[in-house]
């Protein structure tokens, strides 16, 4: 009898969670090793990847510091960066309580099995209006991020890791993005260091995908950040 009585407690146990529970588990882990990160100054290889402009590799200094200051600073020429792109804005969600969480079942990210969960932020005043997440369950990192924003469109991001995969840290970011979101060719589609815009682009190249990669080779983790950086 007492056999029996362990066994039920124990399937109660195993299968009395729902998936809610499960993936607010997940998550909780998910931002721990988020949390370790306080600041990192990194540094890498930005290439870009739009139709109608040709910009060549560039060495790139990213910083960060919590909750949600993010720069990229390149010396010279162009860094063209989507406005409300590359901030690592699942970042500074996670890194809080507002949002609601909406289990969403399975998916695959590159022959990853992810778990699939969507944030819909409580904010009403946010830019952020949903983000589904792609989270391998056995490493607890996030493979993939597609936010949807009310100023700058649908953008989608996919992250591979490496040496520094214990921080949550990707050794390689893929941003992808609708051009067209950006309001092309009026000058507030991108972010230029020099100031400078392109020019004579071409009819129709609004509707063109555009990407972002950012190929990082090394890491400053908890070693300080200054204000100055982002300002």
């Not at 600041?39 to 870009?48: F, I, P, S, V, W």
């Not at 051009?179 to 092309?184: A, E, H, M, R, V």
């Not at 009819?203 to 300002?231: C, H, R, W």
Request: charged fraction near 25%.
């Amino acid at each position: 009898m007492a056999t029996r009585l362990i066994f039920f407690l124990l399937t109660f146990v195993a299968f009395g969670r729902s998936p809610a529970q499960d993936i607010n588990i997940l998550l909780s882990h998910v931002r721990a090793r988020m949390d370790k990160v306080k600041d990192y100054q990194a540094t890498g290889n930005l290439r870009t990847d739009v139709s109608f402009l040709k910009i060549p590799i560039s060495r790139v200094n990213v910083f960060y510091k919590q909750p949600d200051q993010f720069r990229i600073k390149k010396e010279g020429g162009i860094s063209l960066l989507p406005k409300g792109g590359v901030s690592f804005n699942m970042r500074s969600l996670l890194m809080t309580d507002h949002y609601t969480v909406i289990p969403s079942g399975d998916g695959h990210v590159g022959g990853h099995a992810t778990k699939v969960v969507k944030l819909l932020p409580t904010n009403e005043d946010a830019d952020i209006v949903l983000t589904t997440l792609y989270i391998d369950e056995q490493s607890e990192l996030i493979l993939r991020a597609t936010t949807t924003t009310k100023e700058h469109g649908t953008y989608d991001m996919q992250m591979e890791y490496g040496k520094y995969q214990n921080w949550g840290l990707p050794d390689k970011v893929i941003f992808t993005f609708h051009t067209k979101d950006y309001k092309l060719p009026k000058g507030i589609t991108f972010e230029y260091e020099s100031g400078q815009e392109p020019k004579n682009i071409p009819a129709g190249s609004g509707n063109k995908m555009g990407k972002v990669e950012i190929t990082y080779d090394n890491y400053l983790i908890n070693k300080g950040v200054p204000e100055s950086v982002f300002q």
